[in-house]
């Protein structure tokens, strides 16, 4: 009998953790997908159009990215990159989104289908997987805190 609080309260933290339950009602997992899908379109945009203000809005102060070659980037340096105008996307297509909620703590992958080039001028045409992280904020507002992409290469494609 002792034995059944103990089990209850060791499995509670991964009951609560597993995203099949977050802990939110039906109504706000809805309404929280779909600020999310706002989000991450307004992200594409702001890709798409080099546009630093949308971006800025859009990222939190200690954001932090990681390109698919592997480059860490802060805030400052992504907004700079993008003011440069260096980079330049001529498309760019989302698609097997996936959402999950922890919490205050939104997880998103994705498909990305991208094409244009960097801001050393390379081809950077081709297929992505990418994570993004979002958290909600104090005054409730998701920020974008982490992203991370990677290159999906064919069988055949060499460095």
């Known amino acids: 009998m002792a ?26 997992k809805h309404e929280g997908r ?15 159009e080099g546009n630093a203000v949308a971006m800025e809005a859009l990222l939190a102060d200690d954001y932090m990215g990681i390109s698919a070659r592997g480059m860490l980037q802060t805030k ?8 440069s105008g260096r980079a330049h996307y001529t498309s760019l297509e989302l698609s097997d989104r996936k959402v999950r909620f ?3 703590t939104a997880l998103v992958t994705s498909l990305a289908e991208a094409a244009g080039s960097n801001a ?3 081809e950077i045409s081709g297929s992505y997987r990418y994570t993004r992280v979002y958290v909600r904020n104090a005054r409730g507002k998701w920020k974008i805190v982490s992203f991370e992409a990677s290159r ?4 055949r494609e060499h460095k």
């Not at 499995?11 to 995203?19: D, T, V």
């Not at 899908?37 to 798409?48: C, G, I, M, P």
């Open 152 to 155: 999906i290469r064919e069988p």
């Open 34 to 48: 779909h600020e999310i899908d706002q989000l991450e379109e307004a992200w594409r945009n702001a890709v798409l």
């Open 76 to 83: 400052e340096q992504t907004l700079a990159r993008l003011r």
């Open 120 to 122: 050393e001028g390379e």
């Open 3 to 28: 034995l059944v609080p103990i089990l209850l309260a060791a499995l509670m933290p991964a009951a609560l953790a597993n995203p099949q339950h977050p802990g939110l009602p039906r109504g706000q």
């Open 102 to 104: 922890y919490g205050t």
